[in-house]
Nanobody, 121 residues
Framework: QVQLVESGGGLVQGGGSLRLSCAAS????????MGWYRQAPGKQRELVAA???????NYADSVKGRFTISRDNARNTVYLQMNSLKPEDTAVYYC???????????????WGQGTQVTVSS
């Protein structure tokens, strides 16, 4: 059983900052890519940022220069530092990990339960 648990969401004024964390636990052999997605009301879930095990990253154009994704492989944890937040960043943020639970099995995508981020104008 694998669990991803997010934390760090909340309410912040426009221009402010938040840091999200997502810790993976359970029967884990290795973790490949980890990423953050978000879903605003009435919209589809979209990629915010992703990071490979080796550290290479990619970002949605809308967050480049404002958000930074990082990971601690020893702790099976991924972070999202969000600066200069805008009201349009308001959404539920989800963590995803591409995880191998046994060396004989292929990787599988696991999701966290989501954390609400609300940015007021």
């Amino acid at each position: 059983q694998v669990q991803l648990v997010e934390s760090g969401g909340g309410l912040v004024q426009g221009g402010g900052s938040l840091r999200l964390s997502c810790a993976a636990s359970g029967s884990i052999f290795s973790i490949n890519a980890m990423g953050w997605y978000r879903q605003a009301p009435g919209k589809q879930r979209e990629l915010v940022a992703a990071i490979a095990r080796g550290g290479s990253t990619n970002y949605a154009d809308s967050v480049k220069g404002r958000f930074t994704i990082s990971r601690d492989n020893a702790r099976n944890t991924v972070y999202l530092q969000m600066n200069s937040l805008k009201p349009e960043d308001t959404a539920v943020y989800y963590c995803k990990g591409t995880i191998v639970v046994h060396f004989t099995l292929p990787p599988y995508d696991y999701w966290g339960q989501g954390t609400q981020v609300t940015v007021s104008s």
